[in-house]
């Protein structure tokens, strides 16, 4: 496994221990289909959370700013694509990231407008 690979098995652990911690259920991590992956797929009450993990040096500003329209769209319809495999596409739901970095951690709640 490369380095870059460990890194972020390690960031996706600490930011679901993280959530864990705050009361979200965990549902699935490194979920994927044919448009892409979600980091963390956790519940939260009756909502849906699906989670992007970023780990950077220089702070949560750098973690946002490193997703870019692209990288929003794949997000979007993977989350579609969840969604409707479990039969919820009706369903609450949101996008939120955990940006870990020398700061420590910060949530962001529906961080990315998603709907």
């Known amino acids: 496994m ?12 600490t930011a679901a221990t993280f959530l864990e911690r705050r ?3 965990i549902f699935a991590r ?20 699906f989670v992007e993990v970023r780990q950077r040096q220089s ?6 700013e490193s997703i870019g329209p692209r990288k ?3 997000l979007v319809a993977t989350a579609q694509f969840f969604l409707e495999a479990q039969s919820c596409a ?10 870990i970095g020398p700061d ?5 709640v529906n961080a990315i407008e998603l709907h």
């Open 30 to 49: 490194n979920w994927q289909c044919r448009t892409g992956e979600i980091d963390i797929v956790a519940r939260d009450g009756a909502s849906w959370v």
């Open 23 to 25: 009361g979200l259920i």
């Open 2 to 13: 490369s380095t870059r690979r460990q890194q972020g098995n390690s960031a996706e652990s």
């Open 59 to 64: 702070g949560r500003d750098s973690a946002i």
């Open 90 to 99: 009706d369903g609450d739901w949101r996008y939120d990231v955990v940006a």
């Open 104 to 108: 420590g951690i910060t949530h962001l």
């Open 72 to 74: 929003v769209a794949r």
